[in-house]
Structure formats: structure tokens, C-alpha cells
């Protein structure tokens, strides 16, 4: 079908090549009369690339001018609605907390009796035999024999089988901890090793502070300013110290329990005070420098042979002549990439893999 130029209303043919408008028109133009250099028609020929006439490129100017405002405004309007939803869920917070404040201290007697106070943390006991060949059974045996959870007023949850024999035996308490690791230390310290492992709560790395601030006092101001924090929330200070980058900025690492944890990471930075901080995830899992196994140190370790960290050789790592890396640890977990030390936990592969096993676990399996 024939088409004229909108401009000059003259056909468009072979003769006088035009172009069609992307934009509200939909009209042809003549190269010619909107004035298109060569090496600009064959940019705009390109797939994917759009060309508008110039009446439709004033109103797609017009247009985005507008629909700027209308994001502005829905930009607003949702900001709104997020500190309308996070003032209502603090609120509501605060109301639950002190309804169940209230039932506790009800039904537990005593003038400080609340609900932060009242709660009850698991705490983990682990009984493991100094002989690494006993069984399972023989252990349960013996702790069954020595220790009377009845008699004792002992209350535990969960018991369950751990390496080399041992058992983990998980108190509903800190006063049925103490009573059960108390009594299998007098019982069965000569053929036993009996320890108490408290759940780790995960941490979190804050930087950017202005002020090095006291530990009780950061932890204040966080629960005081940032949403992510409630009124009990869990949070004890360990470390405040300088970047390497700037002796005048400063950066911490919290204890957390797992809801502050998740809260805080998802919101990305919190309020220190007049200082917006980046908040980074500081679980890591500790590394063994004699047989490169995770989740202990070497102090700790039952190996009898020394491996090193560097090279995967028998020696330490304070020996290591290598040039050449090589993680142990992939290596035996048949990794194709093994060109690494094994405390390089961003190639390691291995250690990658435990840390997401261990933080699900912190997290979800408390």
C-alpha cells in the first residue's frame, strides 16, 4: 500500500525512501524532510532501537514528565505506608510482650518475675567416652547408671547420638545443665570428657560509626532507634574497634538472637546514633590448623597427624615452603578446584558448603 510523508504529503517510494514513527502516530516521514544523517539511519535501523517523529518525541517527553510525578508521589505514598505498618507493628509488639509479661507473672510468683526473665534457653550437655571406640549404647548405659534424671529433678528435651560415641543430651535450662553436667563430672570424669555447648547465636559485623561507642550503650541505642530490634531482642556487644581504612570510623560485632538476625540483614543498615550503618553477616566457623577439620581448634583436635593448612603436606603451616596451594579438605570431598589454602574460605568450596549447613542450623533448628 502507498504511503505520503506526514510532513510533506508526498508519496514515499524507492526514490524518495522514508521511515515510520514508533511512537503515537504511526506515520511515515520522508529522511529527507525530518533530516536523518546516514549514520544515524543506520543506528536507529538497528533491532531493538525505536524513532520517534518529532510531534510524538515532544509527547513522550510530556508523557515521562508525568509519569515522573506519578512514581514520585506512589515512591511517597508507599514510604508512608511502611512507617505507618512499621509503627503499628511495633505496637503490636510492644502489646504482646506485655500481655505475656503479665500471664507469666501471674502464674509465676515473685515481684521480678517477667517474661524476658522467665523464658527458659535450651543448653546442650555432651558426654563423650575418652575411649573413641565405645559404642553409643555403652555410653547411654553408663550416664543412665550414674545419673537418675527423676531423682535429680533433671529435664531434658532431646538426647541423641554424636561422633565417636558420645551423647548430647539437651536441658530445658541453665539450673538442669549445671545439675546434669555437675553430677556426670563427679561420676564419670576418669573415663569421660563432660562439657556444656550453649546454642550460638549469630553475629552480625555493624560498620561505619562515627563514635566508638561503650558496648551497653550501642546495644541501647540500637533496640531505641531501628525496628529490627524489639524490646527483647537479645544483644550483647563483643568487639569495638577502628577500620583499617579510617582511624576515625568504626565498626562492631554483636551477639544476636536469630530473629533480630534475620530482621536486620533483610533491612540492610541500621541507625547508630546519626550514623546509617552497613550491616554485613559475621557467622564463620573455626578452622584447624592441624588437621584442617572445621568446627574446632587445633587445641581441640584428635588427630594425631598434622596436616597443613597451605599445601595439604605433612607439616605445619609455619614450615610450608610451598608455592603451590591445594585445600585438603576439597580434595577429599573430590572438588574439581583445589588450588587453594584451606582457610580461604571464598574459594573454598567445603567450607562454603558447612557454613550454610551451620547457619540453617542456628537458625532453624534451635
Known amino acids: 500500500m502507498a504511503t505520503n510523508c506526514a510532513s510533506c504529503h508526498s508519496l514515499v517510494n524507492r526514490s524518495k525512501p522514508g521511515i515510520p514513527c514508533d511512537g503515537f502516530c504511526e ?94 534457653k535450651t543448653v546442650n550437655v555432651i558426654v563423650t567416652p575418652k575411649n573413641n571406640d565405645q559404642s553409643h549404647s555403652a555410653t547411654r548405659l553408663r550416664i543412665s547408671q550414674s545419673v537418675d534424671p527423676v531423682d535429680n529433678n533433671i529435664r531434658f528435651s532431646q538426647v541423641k547420638n554424636i561422633k565417636n ?12 545443665a549445671n545439675k546434669l553436667k555437675d553430677l556426670a563430672s563427679r561420676h564419670l570424669s576418669a573415663d569421660y570428657e563432660v562439657m556444656e555447648v550453649r546454642k550460638f547465636n549469630p553475629r552480625l559485623k555493624i560498620v561505619g560509626m562515627s563514635q ?16 529490627a530490634f524489639h524490646a527483647e531482642s537479645e544483644c550483647s556487644d563483643l568487639k569495638v574497634w577502628p577500620t583499617k581504612k579510617s582511624a576515625t570510623v568504626y565498626q562492631a560485632i554483636l551477639d544476636v538472637d536469630c530473629t533480630t538476625y534475620a530482621n536486620v540483614l533483610k533491612q ?20 584447624c590448623f592441624k588437621c584442617c577439620g572445621l568446627n574446632h581448634y587445633a587445641k581441640n583436635c584428635r588427630s594425631s597427624s598434622q596436616t597443613c593448612v597451605k599445601c595439604s603436606l605433612d607439616h605445619k603451616v609455619s614450615d610450608c615452603r610451598s ?17 587453594h589454602a584451606a582457610w580461604d574460605t571464598n574459594q573454598c568450596t567445603v567450607y562454603k558448603n558447612k557454613l550454610n549447613e551451620y547457619k540453617k542450623s542456628i537458625i532453624y533448628n534451635r
Open 27 to 120: 506515520q511515515s516521514f520522508h529522511i529527507s524532510c525530518v533530516g536523518i544523517p546516514s549514520d544515524v539511519l543506520k543506528i536507529i535501523k538497528t533491532p531493538g532501537l525505536f524513532w520517534y517523529c518529532p510531534t510524538c518525541s515532544q509527547q513522550k517527553k510530556d508523557f515521562d514528565r508525568v509519569f515522573i510525578k506519578i512514581d514520585d508521589k506512589v515512591d511517597t505514598l508507599i514510604a508512608d505506608v511502611y512507617n505507618i505498618f512499621s509503627e503499628a507493628k511495633g505496637h503490636l509488639i510492644n502489646k504482646v510482650d506485655e500481655t505475656l509479661e503479665q500471664t507469666v507473672s501471674q502464674r509465676v510468683p515473685g515481684p521480678s518475675a517477667s517474661y524476658a526473665n522467665t523464658l527458659k
Open 165 to 176: 560415641g558420645g551423647i548430647l543430651i539437651k536441658c530445658e535450662g541453665s539450673d538442669d
Open 212 to 227: 566508638c561507642i561503650e558496648k551497653e550503650e550501642l546495644c541501647t541505642m540500637l533496640k531505641s532507634q531501628n525496628n
Open 268 to 287: 540492610g543498615k541500621v541507625l547508630v546514633n546519626y550514623d546509617s550503618c552497613a550491616v554485613y553477616d559475621a557467622i564463620n566457623l573455626k578452622l
Open 323 to 339: 608455592v603451590n596451594l591445594k585445600c585438603i579438605n576439597c580434595v577429599n570431598a573430590r572438588h574439581s578446584k583445589t588450588d
